[in-house]
T-cell receptor
Framework: GAGVSQSPSNKVTEKGKDVELRCDPI?????LYWYRQSLGQGLEFLIY????????KSGLPSDRFSAERTGGSVSTLTIQRTQQEDSAVYLC????????????FGSGTRLTVV | AQSVSQHNHHVILSEAASLELGCNYS??????LFWYVQYPGQHLQLLLK??????LVKGIKGFEAEFIKSKFSFNLRKPSVQWSDTAEYFC???????????FGTGTKLQVIP
């Protein structure tokens, strides 16, 4: 596609429920990243996928968070048993392998846990 | 681990004023440096980047940034801001050899007409 597509754009969920967030990167971009943007916290790295290599999961805040990338394209970020502190904007970005042109970001999913 | 500091959280300027936003990082090895901008209601987009060569880099919309290795800094500048520059600006650093990019907490710039 022309850009990075994320869905849903907004999600309100009850505490304790599971949520799935989807990212469809730019075609041909082998690298895919998830970040979390909280008020006043900047962008917090969550996970990184590069081609068929094992993902870098070093930023996932707890074992309630997981992500997968099927077929080297679409990625799903899953948050189990959501907590109020999970409320944030979840951003997906993709890039070619060299990173020379920086990331292309999606518009994000605003998650609100009530 | 790499960390990125943006000292100004909220900056208010009048149109035509000069802008300088500070950015410092902690890791002293080979780095790639970026400034991203997020206009109201829009997604993050790349403003400019430094990979190698001339430490003074020019980006879109008249912005420039200077990489000073000895100071671990990559400050963003613009000689004369416009109302349309109102946005949030993020400094970001990629450590050489790694793919992860670390972002600062952002600076909100408000330009008053």
């Amino acid at each position: 596609g022309a850009g990075v597509s994320q869905s849903p754009s907004n999600k309100v969920t009850e505490k304790g429920k599971d949520v799935e967030l989807r990212c469809d990167p730019i075609s041909g971009h082998t690298a895919l990243y998830w970040y979390r943007q909280s008020l006043g916290q900047g962008l917090e790295f969550l996970i990184y996928f590069q081609g068929n290599s094992a993902p870098d999961k070093s930023g996932l805040p707890s074992d309630r968070f997981s992500a997968e990338r099927t077929g080297g394209s679409v990625s799903t970020l899953t948050i189990q048993r959501t907590q109020q502190e999970d409320s944030a904007v979840y951003l997906c970005a993709s890039s070619p392998p060299t990173h020379y042109y920086g990331y292309t970001f999606g518009s994000g999913t605003r998650l609100t846990v009530v | 681990a790499q960390s990125v500091s943006q000292h100004n959280h909220h900056v208010i300027l009048s149109e035509a004023a000069s802008l300088e936003l500070g950015c410092n990082y902690s890791y002293g090895g080979t780095v790639n440096l970026f400034w991203y901008v997020q206009y109201p209601g829009q997604h993050l987009q790349l403003l400019l980047k430094y990979f190698s060569g001339d430490p003074l880099v020019k980006g879109i919309k008249g912005f420039e940034a200077e990489f000073i290795k000895s100071k671990f800094s990559f400050n963003l500048r613009k000689p004369s801001v416009q109302w349309s520059d109102t946005a949030e600006y993020f400094c970001a650093v990629k450590d050489g050899g790694y793919q992860k990019v670390t972002f600062g907490t952002g600076t909100k710039l408000q330009v008053i007409p």
